[in-house]
């Protein structure tokens, strides 16, 4: 009866942790090692946060126009600027949303330094698109709302 009552335990946390909701913890290494993993495609980097009314705002027009432009090598990434507690929640909301997985929440050393290191320009407002090359380069930075009309001017340019 143990044996047995040990192995329902495990099997309900085994079950548990797997539907426990996860994006995957980026700091500055990891920030460069997804970037350097697109490399060949258009890479659009989606900073927001579930607390940010203009990023949820722009979020299903980003993943139209990653649908739109998929098939050209656009890939859209999208970064959880989210708090800890907020993370299941940021979660949930992408998967409502449709929105390309794996997803990512930004958890530098140094919140500083991780900012700085995307584009010194940028003071870590929020929404914050940053365009990427097929070579990997950072060619645009739009912070704040953005104005699509000027994204996709921005990618036509690219694809």
């Known amino acids: 009866m143990t044996r047995r009552l040990l192995l329902i335990v495990a099997a309900c946390t085994f079950a ?10 980026l700091d500055e290494a990891g920030f460069e090692k ?3 993993s697109h490399t060949g495609s258009v890479l659009l980097v989606n900073f927001w946060a579930t607390w940010c009314q203009p990023c949820r705002a722009e979020m299903p027009l980003l993943l139209k126009l990653e649908a739109r ?3 050209r090598g656009l890939k859209l990434v999208n970064i959880s600027c989210d708090e800890p507690e907020q993370e299941a929640g940021a979660l949930e909301f992408l998967k409502k949303q449709g929105a390309p997985l794996p997803a990512y929440i930004k958890r530098p050393r140094n919140d500083d330094t991780f900012i700085n290191s995307i584009d010194p320009k940028w003071s870590g407002a929020l929404p914050a698109l940053f365009l990427y090359d097929r070579q990997g380069r950072k060619v645009k930075s739009f912070i704040g709302e953005t104005d699509m009309d000027s994204l996709h001017e921005a990618l036509r340019k690219l694809l």
Do not use: G
Request: positive net charge; hydrophobic residues 45%.
């Open 69 to 71: 432009y998929r098939s």
């Open 34 to 36: 997804v970037r350097k």
């Open 16 to 25: 548990a942790a797997a539907q426990q909701p996860m994006l995957a913890p």
